[in-house]
């Protein structure tokens, strides 16, 4: 059995985009910073890659994923937004401060990394935890359901988005 991390070439984002697609539709495993359609993780990953904001760092055993961290860098406030760590097999808790580590050795310093998970992801409260991340404070979530009305036709069609429930949820940073 064969493992490794690597840094993620972009170039290649197919393969990552159906693993986070795979992870991220999980609740135990969701992050706010990514996206749950898979075209959209696609274009975020080719965008990224394009004007060299985003880092990707994944793990492989045999050749397949099965684990992957990234991360939208701002340079301009030295933020970066983080998607994971998404782990295949959640019991692995030092595969995901594995690829928490090397992320850190390829971002510039000083950044502040933000996260936005649900409260069933155990693997990110778990990393939080063991890295002594601190907890900045509350977000409000809103859950919406979206109802179309209209004939269906290109113009006829008007999107309505009810609340359905808002309640403060915790994010650690």
């Known amino acids: 059995m064969t493992k490794s991390i690597e840094i993620y070439d972009l170039s290649c984002a197919a393969e990552l985009a159906d693993f ?6 999980n609740p135990c495993q969701y992050s706010g910073y990514c996206s749950t359609s898979k075209n959209v993780i696609l274009n975020d990953l080719k965008r990224g890659k394009a004007d060299k904001t985003d880092l990707a760092v994944v793990s492989r055993q045999n050749g397949a994923i099965n684990g992957a961290i990234t991360c939208h860098i701002n340079p301009t406030d030295f933020t970066a937004d983080c998607c994971g760590p998404f782990i295949k097999d959640a019991s692995d808790q030092e595969l995901s401060e594995d690829l928490f580590t090397a992320m850190l050795a390829q971002i510039p310093e000083p950044i502040k990394l933000n996260f936005f998970f649900s409260e069933q992801n155990r693997i990110c409260q778990q990393l939080m935890a063991r890295i002594h991340a601190k907890n ?15 004939d269906g036709g290109l113009h006829n069609k008007t999107d309505v988005y009810r609340v359905l429930q808002i309640k403060k949820r915790q994010y650690t940073a």
Do not use: Q, S, T
């Open 20 to 25: 986070l697609y795979w992870a991220n539709n």
């Open 136 to 150: 900045e404070g509350n977000e409000l979530v809103m859950n919406l359901k979206r109802e179309e009305f209209g």
